[in-house]
């Protein structure tokens, strides 16, 4: 890793300036930024068309493209959101009489079984959606997908602005459903269909793909509801409409520019919750980024290490059992134990710095933290499905 140019706290770090465009960092001197997400932040400024570049403090490299940042342009590039169109976080207030972690861990539902509009259809947390499915997708409805995404049982800890707080209708101590997912195959399939013909080039026919991509972003939606219904009906809780839901993979058009966000959450005026990891805590923060930062801030902590340096370096210093109870005190039920290593809060940076460095530029006010009690990622359904799993993994 290497640090990005030193600069003022209070004001953005310019790295790059093109005729066409420029790019800056909102992240303070000390904070670490991979040299390899700086240089596929230059890769994006010499895109044709590209204006701005606001890499967020959790950047780090993705798939071609930067994670973590905000790109605003004259043409629109599908590649720059990825193909998981529609991802986001929604925060669900929950009410439930005790919150015992041992006890709840064992009753959440299996969120890698889809729920079927037909087989399912007497499925109580269908109440929560009144309309048609988006795309006409029923695939993969109800589940939250491998990757960073989790639905997590959490507790508001530190109220930092209560007034804020208070209009959100939380307190210290109050429960809430954390649930991160997307569009799952939906996002792919639109991708697919467009580099297949243009690679990571320009749309052709930007308004085709923005109907394609706006029906993944209420997808994303309507499956994090559907979750956080189905868990709150699993721990004998009333499902609840939520305080927060942003997306954080989505391009918007903006006074005839397209602004693309590849993990990174709308930053003006809105609530969002910028995940830590499900050993540390989470915060929800006021947004309010101007257009130096292209109305952007961070969704979560942002990778330090690779998936495959996680799980070596892992392997060599915790055992599986250590990974399923969290610094914290929390219980992560994950099956995959390959992903738990992956997932450590040790793979991500250190979420009380991106906060310091959006709230230092300007881009955010803290309002509360959020402590995790039980973080779901897979099922864990005993050791003859992880033997299975062992096996699927060897005959790719």
């Known amino acids: 890793m290497s640090q990005h140019p030193s600069g003022s706290a209070s004001a953005p770090n310019p790295i790059l300036t093109t005729p066409s465009a420029t790019v800056a960092v909102f992240a303070s001197p ?23 570049v606001a890499a967020m403090p959790d950047l780090h490299p993705g798939k071609g493209a930067p994670i973590g940042a905000a790109m605003a342009s004259r043409l629109l590039y599908p590649f720059l959101v990825g193909s998981d169109i529609g991802c986001g976080i929604a925060v669900f207030p ?11 861990a064992a009753r959440f539902p ?5 729920l ?9 947390a269908w109440a929560v959606w009144d309309g048609d499915i988006p795309a006409g997708h029923a695939e993969g409805l109800g ?14 800890g530190t109220v930092l602005d209560p007034g804020h707080a208070s209009r959100l209708g939380l307190a210290a101590k109050d429960l809430v459903l954390i649930v991160h997912s997307g569009s799952r195959g939906l996002g792919e399939r639109i991708l697919r269909a467009h580099t297949e013909l243009h690679g990571a080039g320009p749309a052709p026919d930007p308004g085709a793909y923005l109907a394609a991509h706006d029906e993944a972003v209420r997808w994303g939606s309507l499956n994090r509801r559907l979750m956080a219904a189905r868990v709150a009906h699993a721990l004998g809780a009333e499902p609840t409409e939520p305080v927060v839901d942003q997306c954080h993979n989505l391009v918007e058009v903006r006074g005839g520019v397209y602004l693309h966000r590849k993990g990174a959450a709308p930053g003006d005026g809105r609530d969002v919750l910028i995940a830590g990891t499900r050993g540390t805590p989470s915060y929800l923060v006021a947004a309010h980024a101007g257009p130096e930062a292209n109305h952007s801030v961070a969704h979560g902590a942002g ?35 390959q992903l738990l290593f992956e997932e450590a809060p040790t793979a991500y940076k250190r979420i009380e710095q991106v906060i310091a460095d959006l709230t230092e530029h300007g881009l955010a006010t803290a309002v509360a933290t959020t402590v995790p009690l039980v973080t779901y990622k897979t ?14 993994r060897g005959r790719r």
């Open 30 to 52: 000390t904070s670490w930024i991979e040299s390899d997400a700086l240089a596929q932040c230059h890769q994006v400024a010499a895109f044709d068309g590209m204006i701005h």
């Open 94 to 104: 929950i009410r439930l009489k005790r919150a015992v972690p041992e006890k709840l």
């Open 110 to 114: 299996n969120l890698d079984r889809a």
């Open 116 to 124: 079927d509009p037909e087989r399912d259809a007497d499925d109580p």
């Open 143 to 156: 589940t939250v997908g491998r990757g960073n995404h989790f639905v997590e049982l959490a507790r508001i």
């Open 303 to 337: 990778r330090k290490m690779s998936r495959a340096d996680a799980l070596r370096r892992g392997r060599a210093k915790h055992t599986v059992e250590e990974l399923r109870r969290t610094p914290v005190g929390s219980l992560v039920v994950c099956g995959d134990r």
């Open 379 to 392: 099922p864990d359904l005993g050791e003859p499905a992880r033997r299975e799993q062992r096996r699927e």
